[in-house]
Nanobody, 115 residues
């Protein structure tokens, strides 16, 4: 089993920045992908950014150029630096870890961007 815990959400004004962090613990060997997803009420959860074990990242079109995902394999952590935030970035952000074909999710952290 893998435990996943996020931190770093909060309230920020449009144009501001936030950094989300996620730590994985437990059976963390062979973690492949680490990713951030987000969800707003009434909508499906969507992928924001994902990074492989060797640091190859991909992003949703809506956040390209504004968000940066980074990963520390030794510490089993993944961060999401969010710049130039927009009100439409408001959501609950979830960290997800993929290990041996299974996905493990954190409890989510709220990000609210005021206009």
């Amino acid at each position: 089993q893998v435990q996943v815990v996020e931190s770093g959400g909060g309230l920020v004004q449009a144009g501001g920045s936030l950094r989300l962090s996620c730590a994985a613990s437990g059976a963390t060997s062979s973690i492949a992908f680490m990713a951030w997803h987000r969800q707003t009420p009434g909508k499906p959860r969507e992928l924001v950014a994902r990074i492989t074990r060797i640091g190859i990242a991909d992003y949703a079109d809506a956040v390209k150029g504004r968000f940066t995902i980074s990963r520390d394999n030794a510490q089993k952590m993944v961060d999401l630096q969010m710049n130039s935030l927009k009100p439409e970035d408001t959501a609950v952000y979830y960290c997800a870890v993929t290990r041996l074909g299974s996905n493990y999710w954190g409890q989510g952290t709220q990000v609210t961007v005021s206009s």
